[in-house]
C-alpha cells in the first residue's frame, strides 16, 4: 500500500517540468527579472575526485540548485585524475571538477590534447604540504621558534639540510604530488625551489619530472597519500583537504605550510567541459554555472556560517567520505599543524568571496609559467603566446552572462562580481619568496625566478642549454 501511495507522488522533477510547462503556456506569470533557460540536454553527468573543494558540486545537487535550472544531474567520484580527464574528453562525462592544469595542459598538447575550457573556478587557497614525522624532526632544529610553536609561514630552507643528508647518504627524498599539471605539483616546487631545492625538470624524452631534482616529485592519487607516507614509500607530500589533516589525526605527518603562505589567494580547481559541449549545449552551460555561482555563495555567505552543513554533505560516502571531524579542521577557518597546534586560518578553503568563481586569465598565464618553468613546455614562448591560450581556456564572458542572470533574478549582488575585469588580475608579490607576478608580462616573471628555465634555455638530455 506505502509502495502504491509513494507511486502517486509526483517527484521533484516530475513537479518542475509541470511547472516550466505551465510557464511556456502562461508567459505573464513569469517574473518580469528571470530568464528562463531552455536548456539544450538536461540530464548530466559530473566527475569528480574526493576531495573538500569538490563541495560548489555537492552543495548545488543537495540544495537543488541544478534542478533550479532544469537539470538533473549524477555526481560521481572518479578513481584519479587522469581518469577523470579521459572521460570528459570522451564525452562518458558531462563535465568535472578538474585540477586548473588539465584544461590548460590539455588545450596546448602536453600529455593528453583536446580543447577543454572553463566558465568557472571553483575555490582558491585548500592545499597543504606535509611531511613524515620523522622528516619533521629533522625539521625542526632549522625552524625558529616562538612561545615553544615554530614561527610560520615554515621555508622549504628548513628542509634543505635534510635532503641534503638523504643525498649525501644516496638516498632518494621522494615526495608525492597528485598529477603532473595539478597545482600541487606547481606549489610543492615552488615551495622548494624558493628554499634552493631543485624539484627536477621534464624533457620531451623524460616525463618523470626528475631531471637534476634534489627531491624527486611522484604522483599518488589524494586519498591513497597518508597510507603511502605511513608506509616509507614517501616522506612527504601536497594534496588538497581532508588528507593533510588526515595525517594530523593519524598521527603518521605534520603538515608544514599551507598553500595560501605559498601564494596568497592562490586558485585551486575549476569546471571542465570540453569546448564542444560548451557550443554544442550553450544554455545548459549557462545554467550550471548559474547553479555553482550559487553554490559558491551559499558556501561563503555570512562569514562561512553554513559550513558545518556542508562539512555534513561532504562527509558522505557518496561525496568525500572521510570523518567530518576531520573535513571541518579546515573547512571552518583554523588549520591543525603539528598535533594540538591548531591555528586560526579564515581564508583556506574560500569558495566566493575575493571574486573566487571568476576565471581569470592571468590564473591560466600563472599556470602556463610554471609548465614553461619545469620544461613541460620544452622550448621558450613569446607573451602574446601566453595570453592567447589562457583566453582559449578560460571564459570570462560565460561567467558573467551567467552572473548577469542571477543579479537580474534577484538572486546575487551586483557587487559580487567583477564587471570591469579584463580577465587579468593586479600584480602582486604574494608568494613565499616574493617575487612579483604580472600575468601579462610572463616572460619577466620567470627571468626573476632563481631555479627553473627561462629566455631560450631547453632540456637535453640531463643538462640545461641555452639562453
Same mark, same amino acid.
Given at each position: %500500500?506505502? #509502495?502504491?501511495?509513494?507511486?502517486?507522488?509526483?517527484?521533484?522533477?516530475?513537479?518542475?517540468?509541470?511547472?516550466?510547462?505551465?510557464?511556456?503556456?502562461?508567459?505573464?506569470?513569469?517574473?518580469?527579472?528571470?530568464?528562463?533557460?531552455?536548456?539544450?540536454?538536461?540530464?548530466? #553527468?559530473?566527475?569528480?575526485?574526493?576531495?573538500?573543494?569538490?563541495?560548489?558540486?555537492?552543495?548545488?545537487?543537495?540544495?537543488?540548485?541544478?534542478? $533550479?535550472?532544469?537539470? /538533473?544531474?549524477?555526481?560521481?567520484?572518479?578513481?584519479?585524475?587522469?581518469?577523470? @580527464? $579521459?572521460?570528459?574528453?570522451?564525452?562518458?562525462?558531462?563535465?568535472?571538477?578538474?585540477?586548473?592544469?588539465?584544461?590548460?595542459? !590539455?588545450?596546448?598538447?602536453?600529455?593528453?590534447?583536446?580543447?577543454?575550457?572553463?566558465?568557472?573556478?571553483?575555490?582558491?587557497?585548500?592545499?597543504?604540504?606535509?611531511?613524515?614525522?620523522?622528516?619533521?624532526?629533522?625539521?625542526?632544529?632549522?625552524?625558529?621558534?616562538?612561545?615553544?610553536?615554530?614561527?610560520?609561514?615554515?621555508?622549504?630552507?628548513?628542509?634543505?639540510?635534510?635532503?641534503?643528508?638523504?643525498?649525501?647518504?644516496?638516498?632518494?627524498?621522494? %615526495?608525492?604530488?597528485?598529477?603532473?599539471?595539478?597545482?600541487?605539483?606547481?606549489?610543492?616546487?615552488?615551495?622548494?625551489?624558493?628554499?634552493?631545492?631543485?624539484?627536477?625538470?621534464?624533457?620531451?624524452? *623524460?616525463?618523470?619530472?626528475?631531471?637534476?631534482?634534489? !627531491?624527486?616529485?611522484?604522483?599518488?592519487?589524494? =586519498?591513497?597519500?597518508?597510507?603511502?607516507?605511513?608506509?616509507?614509500?614517501?616522506?612527504?607530500?601536497?594534496?588538497?583537504?581532508?588528507?593533510?589533516?588526515?595525517?594530523?589525526?593519524?598521527?603518521?605527518?605534520?603538515?608544514?605550510?599551507?598553500?595560501?603562505?605559498?601564494?596568497?589567494?592562490?586558485?585551486?580547481?575549476?569546471?571542465?567541459?570540453?569546448?564542444?559541449?560548451?557550443?554544442?549545449?550553450?544554455?545548459?552551460?549557462?545554467?550550471?554555472?548559474?547553479?555553482?555561482?550559487?553554490?559558491?555563495?551559499? @558556501?561563503?555567505?555570512?562569514?562561512?556560517?553554513?559550513?558545518?552543513?556542508?562539512?555534513?554533505?561532504?562527509?558522505?560516502?557518496? /561525496?568525500?567520505?572521510? *570523518?567530518?571531524?576531520?573535513?571541518?579542521?579546515? %573547512?571552518?577557518?583554523?588549520?591543525?599543524?603539528? #598535533?594540538? *597546534?591548531?591555528?586560526?586560518? =579564515?581564508?583556506?578553503?574560500?569558495?566566493?568571496?575575493?571574486?573566487?568563481?571568476?576565471?581569470?586569465?592571468?590564473?591560466?598565464?600563472?599556470?602556463?609559467?610554471?609548465?614553461?618553468?619545469?620544461?613541460?613546455?620544452?622550448?621558450?614562448?613569446?607573451?602574446?603566446?601566453?595570453?592567447?591560450?589562457?583566453?582559449?581556456?578560460?571564459?570570462? $564572458?560565460?561567467?558573467?552572462?551567467?552572473?548577469? %542572470?542571477?543579479?537580474?533574478?534577484?538572486?546575487?549582488? #551586483?557587487?559580487?562580481?567583477?564587471?570591469?575585469?579584463?580577465?587579468?588580475?593586479? =600584480?602582486?608579490?604574494?608568494?613565499?619568496?616574493?617575487?612579483?607576478?604580472?600575468?601579462?608580462?610572463?616572460?619577466?616573471?620567470? $627571468?626573476?625566478?632563481?631555479?627553473?628555465?627561462?629566455?631560450?634555455?631547453?632540456?637535453?638530455?640531463?643538462?640545461?642549454?641555452?639562453?
Amino acid at each position: %500500500m506505502t #509502495k502504491r501511495i509513494a507511486s502517486l507522488i509526483p517527484n521533484r522533477r516530475t513537479l518542475l517540468l509541470a511547472g516550466a510547462a505551465f510557464l511556456a503556456l502562461h508567459p505573464a506569470s513569469i517574473d518580469a527579472r528571470a530568464e528562463i533557460l531552455a536548456v539544450e540536454k538536461d540530464e548530466l #553527468k559530473f566527475g569528480f575526485i574526493k576531495l573538500t573543494d569538490m563541495a560548489p558540486l555537492a552543495v548545488a545537487k543537495e540544495l537543488g540548485y541544478f534542478e $533550479d535550472e532544469g537539470l /538533473y544531474v549524477t555526481l560521481e567520484p572518479q578513481a584519479n585524475w587522469k581518469v577523470l @580527464l $579521459d572521460r570528459v574528453i570522451t564525452g562518458e562525462l558531462d563535465g568535472a571538477h578538474m585540477l586548473a592544469g588539465q584544461p590548460i595542459a !590539455a588545450t596546448i598538447g602536453f600529455g593528453t590534447k583536446a580543447d577543454l575550457v572553463t566558465p568557472f573556478s571553483m575555490d582558491l587557497n585548500g592545499n597543504g604540504i606535509t611531511v613524515s614525522n620523522a622528516v619533521w624532526e629533522m625539521m625542526k632544529p632549522n625552524i625558529p621558534m616562538e612561545g615553544g610553536k615554530p614561527v610560520h609561514p615554515i621555508k622549504a630552507d628548513a628542509l634543505k639540510p635534510v635532503v641534503e643528508k638523504f643525498k649525501a647518504e644516496g638516498k632518494p627524498f621522494n %615526495m608525492g604530488m597528485v598529477f603532473p599539471v595539478s597545482t600541487h605539483n606547481y606549489e610543492l616546487r615552488y615551495w622548494l625551489a624558493s628554499g634552493g631545492i631543485h624539484p627536477g625538470y621534464y624533457s620531451p624524452t *623524460d616525463v618523470s619530472g626528475q631531471i637534476k631534482a634534489d !627531491a624527486l616529485l611522484s604522483v599518488t592519487p589524494p =586519498p591513497q597519500m597518508p597510507a603511502t607516507l605511513e608506509a616509507g614509500t614517501i616522506l612527504g607530500y601536497s594534496v588538497g583537504e581532508p588528507w593533510n589533516q588526515a595525517a594530523v589525526f593519524k598521527g603518521i605527518g605534520v603538515p608544514v605550510i599551507t598553500d595560501y603562505e605559498i601564494w596568497k589567494n592562490n586558485p585551486e580547481k575549476v569546471f571542465g567541459l570540453t569546448k564542444e559541449f560548451t557550443e554544442t549545449y550553450p544554455n545548459t552551460t549557462l545554467a550550471l554555472t548559474k547553479a555553482l555561482i550559487r553554490a559558491a555563495m551559499w @558556501l561563503d555567505e555570512n562569514d562561512n556560517a553554513n559550513r558545518l552543513e556542508a562539512v555534513k554533505m561532504l562527509a558522505k560516502p557518496e /561525496y568525500v567520505g572521510a *570523518d567530518e571531524a576531520v573535513i571541518a579542521n579546515s %573547512m571552518t577557518g583554523t588549520f591543525e599543524y603539528e #598535533k594540538g *597546534d591548531k591555528r586560526e586560518v =579564515p581564508d583556506f578553503n574560500v569558495f566566493f568571496r575575493h571574486f573566487a568563481t571568476y576565471p581569470y586569465q592571468s590564473d591560466a598565464v600563472w599556470y602556463l609559467t610554471q609548465m614553461r618553468r619545469w620544461g613541460q613546455i620544452p622550448e621558450g614562448r613569446e607573451d602574446a603566446w601566453y595570453a592567447e591560450m589562457a583566453a582559449k581556456v578560460y571564459k570570462p $564572458d560565460i561567467y558573467l552572462k551567467a552572473a548577469e %542572470m542571477l543579479v537580474d533574478e534577484g538572486k546575487a549582488a #551586483k557587487a559580487d562580481f567583477p564587471w570591469d575585469s579584463d580577465g587579468y588580475r593586479a =600584480p602582486t608579490a604574494d608568494f613565499i619568496d616574493g617575487v612579483t607576478y604580472d600575468g601579462r608580462k610572463p616572460n619577466a616573471y620567470l $627571468d626573476n625566478l632563481t631555479i627553473g628555465l627561462k629566455g631560450k634555455q631547453i632540456v637535453e638530455g640531463s643538462e640545461v642549454v641555452g639562453g
